[in-house]
């Protein structure tokens, strides 16, 4: 086992961080979009049940990675901000939405309708970026937010029905994007705090489920209450590599790499879980792929006119 950790160390010191970024980020997009795997394991244990329990491993994986990084300074610094806690706050409540319906839709076999929404999420950014930042999107961007706005009109038309699970999620995480940029903390102690502040909630939650007898989680472990104590583990390696990321390559080329998540659980819901996929899907699909292709290349036709 040493020799093989010093194997890997040594390939990843001969690699550029420009491919050691790209390598991090392929890893982290892959990872989120494999995850609907082990949120289907525990599709018998209610969404809210498996969401109070990310919270709170969460916190206690963060609590430990805080120590060993020694990033305690930066965690008071955050505590001693009230404006920051305060926003931190507005941001778990975003992203613990987020959590509890991308969880109840994988429960639902609704996976290609999560996919949707996270193919939507950048174009939201972009319009939030319009909104909150006064950010100009380029005439590319705006057709590009049209087409995405026509597939969702089409899908209500076709299906006659409204994708509130893609619309929950792009929305909600493009908030909690928004809200983290306004606060402009790391993302470690950040997330810390954040589940930090809602683990109140998490407890008092879990002390009903114990009380009415409707816990899952159960001593001596079995299969699933150690899946739930993993939940920590599957919030926060993502995490990290992503972190690892962000600091070494373009904006860009991290927004293209993202598609990676919604592109695997989309094909884990169409060819492993065999979720229904009409003519009318494939439409609105198309024309988020259309809307993201057009986003990307007008993204990569501006950083290489600023080159």
């Not at 992203?95 to 939201?124: C, D, E, K, R």
């Not at 060819?271 to 024309?287: A, C, G, Q, S």
């Amino acid at each position: 086992m040493p020799s093989f950790t010093l194997h890997v160390g040594y390939i990843l010191k001969q690699l550029s961080q420009e491919s050691l970024g790209t390598l991090f980020a392929i890893l982290a997009f892959a990872f989120w979009g494999l995850v609907p795997i082990y949120f289907k394991a525990l599709s018998h244990v209610g969404a809210f049940e498996v969401l109070i329990h990310r919270i709170l491993w969460s916190v206690v994986v963060l609590f430990f990675l805080i120590v060993l990084t020694k990033q305690h300074k930066i965690l008071f610094e955050i505590l001693n901000d009230r404006k920051k806690l305060k926003i931190l706050f507005l941001s778990a409540t975003l992203v613990s939405i987020n959590w509890v319906v991308f969880i109840w839709a994988i429960a639902h076999n609704m996976i290609t309708q999560a996919s949707l929404g996270y193919y939507i999420n950048p174009l939201v950014n972009v319009a939030l970026g319009m909104i909150f930042f006064a950010e100009k999107p380029t005439k590319y961007q705006i057709f590009a937010i049209f087409l995405a706005f026509m597939a969702i009109l089409y899908q209500i038309i076709a299906l006659k029905s409204i994708p509130i699970v893609s619309l929950v999620l792009a929305f909600s995480f493009g908030l909690y994007g928004l809200a983290r940029k306004k606060v402009h903390v790391p993302s470690v102690p950040g997330l810390f705090i954040e589940t930090a502040l809602i683990t109140p909630f998490a407890l008092i939650y879990l002390y009903y489920l114990h009380v009415t007898n409707n816990n899952s989680f159960t001593l001596p472990l079995d299969t699933t209450s150690t899946l739930l104590i993993f939940a920590g583990l599957i919030t926060v390696i993502p995490l990290l590599w992503f972190n690892g990321a962000a600091t070494r390559i373009s904006m860009v080329k991290l927004g293209f790499l993202q598609y990676i998540g919604p592109s695997i659980s989309f094909c884990l819901a169409i060819f492993i879980y065999k979720e229904p996929f009409n003519d009318d899907k494939l439409i609105t699909f198309i024309l988020i792929w259309v809307a993201l292709a057009i986003f990307t290349l007008s993204d990569l036709y501006r950083l290489k006119a600023k080159k």
